[in-house]
């Protein structure tokens, strides 16, 4: 195990917590996972040169151009290395964060996690939600609409977007009852009787979509916007607020007030945009930003204004003169965004000063930056540095536009076997303090620490958000190799491998399951030398560094769950790959094997499976065959319309010596890779096969 690299000393802790009642163990609301507002790697490791001073003129303070403490002109990266570690200047102390009625804060891995917990703004975790048990609860009532799990893509799909305190609000993307196209549909759930409320459903193909969803001030606000008409020009925007009327049992909508702010943006055909608050996929509603900034950003082709609810607009100079900014938040006085740089083939992350009209690079290029979160006067964001292939290391920073400095806050290195983004996973701020997912022991739990006290240790929330089950049976080895051009240095060539190590205790044979993972390793990345990628000559050095990212082949494989079957008598290990050798994407790996723990020998389908392989064959086709016919014509995943012709390839390609299979407690899952039955943005086909079909008894 690689133990995170935190700048607060963290420490041991017991991360034990009684369960709570039901009632306080239902569901929360949508938090993004981690790294919502990540922007685009880059494709080199080596940091380029400093800008030139032929950047555009409204760029202030380039990482170039900024002057050292001798008046000279500093090396980019060491200024802005000098800048994070000066500190951060004043620290606005603006009312640490939303009023008391505005519900309370969650802790979601992700928009579809099933477990969820609500801290108060003091950092008191107020309860732990299971959707399992909303799911149970609310049992068939609201069928039209609540779709809190789906069975056919076995998914936890409806986005939790809220919590009032006593209603979970949710929202979805499908087809309302027995529509034939699919519409937005935000409803609620009363956590006293699990009864459902509908609150706004658009019309089916009405090119409406949720632009924000943010409980604030005592109300739901549901903001909506419609794509552009056929002359491509704006044509609707509003906001609504949704309350519980108690004494009518149902939902009231009432406007926002904001009729003259979206009239006039649709006159001037401008869109508006909300800000990022204490978590980077957390839109504010437009209520919210005006009350905190009094105007809203409107936007459209590299013009920009501020726009005030009565509808006044007042023009801003643009924020870049090239590309294509991409603004993530703003207050008062700053703007900030994004914008490619193509020589480094990364995003550079800029402050627009408002009042001057100037910007000012936060980053540099070759540098990958993601953003987190914004509060009190403060920009969040992490950069990812890896010295070696495979082993990113994240430090977090927040930036204060009115000093213009950045602190470094901590650094967290990556943990092979765990599967998660180290030190931004789950990164947001409620009341002065950082959350954020790290890894203990055996476990991804969610740990705080103040957001502007650096030196202060993290500490534990008592919140689990998983076990890491490769961790709890064993442990998880890894490694890394790069082949460069001896001509040009561009990198060509490198991968990234974990292994999973059964402990002892576990097997008598341990050491036969681990010889057999090791050498599926050394099979799966031993096939060529490093030689084999070195060029003859220098001819093609040109278009490796004008591409270096197309021009190198990567290949990682990581370690997915590990799962005791049979009372522990059967384990299976997991694996997950992707490749990438240029082109528009790469193509994913995935691979699972069964081992009986007694003889530490791998079993096959044909092991468990009692019948003929011919049998096994026409049952997995007729599963296959059944879930295409489970499927409408336009949600299919499968590329063929014909149940016959998706019938006769699975019986041709079902064995009992194929890889495309994967095991759990109630059955087999037959796995079709992108491009075999279906497209590469399908992702992976998915059957399931229960084990009483098969006369399977483990």
Not at 25 to 33: D, G, P, Q, S
Not at 419 to 445: H, K, W
Not at 458 to 485: D, L, M, R
Request: charged share 25%.
């Amino acid at each position: 195990m690689i133990s995170c690299r935190f700048f607060w000393a963290g420490s041991g802790y017991d991360t034990g917590r009684k369960d709570l009642p039901m009632k306080k163990r239902l569901i929360a609301t949508l938090l993004t996972a981690v790294m919502v507002l990540s922007l685009a790697g880059c494709g080199k490791e080596e940091v380029p040169a400093a800008p030139d001073a032929g950047t555009p003129e409204t760029v202030e303070e380039q990482a170039g151009e900024t002057q050292d403490a001798n008046g000279s002109s500093g090396d980019s990266k060491a200024v802005l290395d000098m800048l994070r570690g000066a500190g951060a200047g004043e620290i606005e102390t603006d009312a640490d964060t939303a009023s008391a009625d505005d519900g309370e804060y969650l802790l979601s891995k992700n928009p579809n996690a099933r477990i969820f917990y609500t801290v108060d703004s003091a950092g008191n975790v107020t309860g732990t939600y299971d959707r399992d048990e909303i799911i149970a609860a609310v049992g068939d009532r609201g069928s039209d609409y609540v779709r809190l799990y789906d069975k056919q893509s076995d998914w936890y799909s409806d986005d939790l977007i809220a919590y009032d305190g006593r209603f979970l609000y949710f929202k979805s993307y499908q087809k309302y009852g027995n529509d034939t196209d699919y519409s937005y549909v935000v409803y609620a759930v009363d956590t006293i009787d699990y009864e459902p409320y509908l609150l706004w459903k658009s019309e089916p193909g009405d090119g409406s979509y949720i632009d924000v969803a943010e409980y604030y001030k005592g109300a739901l606000h549901v903001s909506v916007n419609c794509s552009r008409n056929a002359e491509g020009h704006l044509s609707d925007r509003f906001e609504n607020c949704y309350t519980f009327d108690e004494a009518g049992q149902k939902f009231v909508e009432t406007g926002s007030g904001l009729e003259d702010l979206f009239a006039a943006a649709i006159a001037r055909d401008y869109n508006v945009q909300g800000r990022i608050a204490y978590y980077a996929d957390g839109r504010q509603c437009y209520s919210h930003a005006l009350d905190e900034v009094g105007w809203i950003l409107a936007m459209n082709e590299g013009e920009y204004g501020r726009l005030t609810a009565d509808g006044q607009f007042t023009p801003i100079k643009p924020l870049w003169s090239d590309g294509y900014p991409y603004v993530v938040t703003y207050d008062d006085d700053y703007i900030y965004f994004t914008c490619w740089d193509t020589d480094s083939s990364c995003n550079i992350l800029y402050c627009y000063d408002v009042g001057r009209e100037r910007a000012r690079a936060l980053t540099i290029p070759a540098e990958e930056v993601t953003v987190l979160g914004y509060l009190d006067g403060k920009l969040y964001y992490s950069i990812r540095t890896m010295e070696e292939y495979g082993y990113p290391v994240n430090t977090v920073y927040s930036y204060s536009g009115g000093s213009n400095r950045s602190e470094q806050l901590y650094a967290a290195d990556s943990v092979p076997g765990a599967q998660f983004t180290p030190g931004i996973e789950g990164f947001r701020i409620i009341g002065g303090r950082i959350y954020y997912i790290t890894f203990d022991t055996d476990r991804l739990e969610w740990v705080s620490a103040d957001a502007h006290t650096p030196d202060e240790a993290y500490k534990s929330t008592g919140c689990v958000v998983e076990e890491v089950n490769a961790f709890k049976y064993g442990t998880v080895e890894s490694s890394s190799e790069e082949s460069a051009c001896p001509y040009c240095g561009t990198t060509l060539f490198r991968y990234y491998s974990e292994n999973f190590v059964l402990d002892d205790e576990y097997s008598a044979n341990a050491s036969v399951i681990n010889d057999f993972l090791r050498q599926r390793r050394d099979e799966f990345f031993g096939g060529m030398e490093n030689s084999d990628y070195a060029p003859a000559d220098d001819s093609d050095c040109e278009y490796h560094l004008e591409y270096p990212t197309q021009n190198c082949i990567t290949d990682d494989m990581m370690v997915g769950d590990v799962e005791m079957l049979a009372g522990g008598k059967l384990m299976t290990v997991s694996m997950n790959g992707y490749w990438y050798g240029g082109g528009a994407h790469g193509y994913p790996n995935r691979e699972q094997y069964l081992f009986d723990l007694k003889t530490g020998e791998r079993i096959t389908i044909g092991d468990l499976y009692k019948g003929t392989e011919e049998e096994y064959k026409r049952i997995v086709a007729e599963a296959t065959k059944e879930d295409f016919l489970s499927y409408t014509y336009d949600n299919s995943p499968y590329f063929s319309n014909d149940s016959n012709e998706v019938y006769n390839q699975a019986y041709g390609e079902a064995s009992f010596d194929s890889p495309n299979i994967e095991y759990d407690g109630e059955g087999v899952t037959i796995i079709y890779p992108p491009y075999d039955m279906g497209s590469y943005a399908a992702g992976y086909i998915e059957v399931r096969i229960p084990y009483d079909r098969l006369n399977i008894n483990l």
